[in-house]
């Protein structure tokens, strides 16, 4: 079966975060390739829905650096993400250790000269200020179960 249609650009646009700190969790930080082949780093991050002076909870931000023309990336500034992540001032560190870290995400905005349309844009991270407010679980707490009651 085929489909026949004409083409037309999507009408969804981005929302526009408004300017300011949000508390966040660390989705990912990973290397990644474009269709072009073009490395970057990206991070993405969640708005965390447990913190009650949050805007735009549970959603979605996205930072990234790309290569320069040298094929270098900003190391000062990914340095320093990984800092505000809890990474150790001199430690070394992997990008997906960095997942999981509760961090402020500073929102700004900017607007482009090509389209005039106004977008936001992480401009930098910092520690975050209320912690990981997830429960750890305590071993106590844990059932054990025997052999005799599985039923196979």
């Known amino acids: ?24 969790r660390v989705i990912s930080a990973l290397e990644k ?9 990206e991070f993405e991050f969640k708005v965390r829905e447990d913190v009650e002076t949050n805007e735009c909870k549970g959603q979605t931000l996205k930072k990234r650096f790309r290569q320069d023309s040298e094929g270098h990336y900003k190391e000062n500034k990914i340095n ?7 990474v150790e001032e001199g430690e070394d560190y992997q990008l997906e250790e960095l997942a999981g870290a ?3 995400c500073h929102v700004s905005h900017f607007t482009d000269k090509t389209t005039g349309e106004t977008r936001h844009y992480i401009s930098y991270l910092r520690e975050s200020e209320v912690g ?3 429960q750890t679980l ?6 054990t179960i025997s052999n005799d009651d599985i039923p196979f």
């Open 1 to 24: 079966m085929s489909f026949y249609g004409k083409a037309s650009k999507p009408k969804y646009r981005a929302k526009l975060f408004p300017a300011g700190d949000y508390e966040c």
């Open 33 to 41: 390739a474009n269709e072009d082949g073009e490395a970057y780093i």
């Open 80 to 86: 320093e993400f990984a800092c505000a992540c809890g």
């Open 102 to 104: 509760c961090v402020i």
């Open 132 to 134: 990981d407010t997830a």
């Open 138 to 143: 305590n071993a106590d707490e844990f059932a």
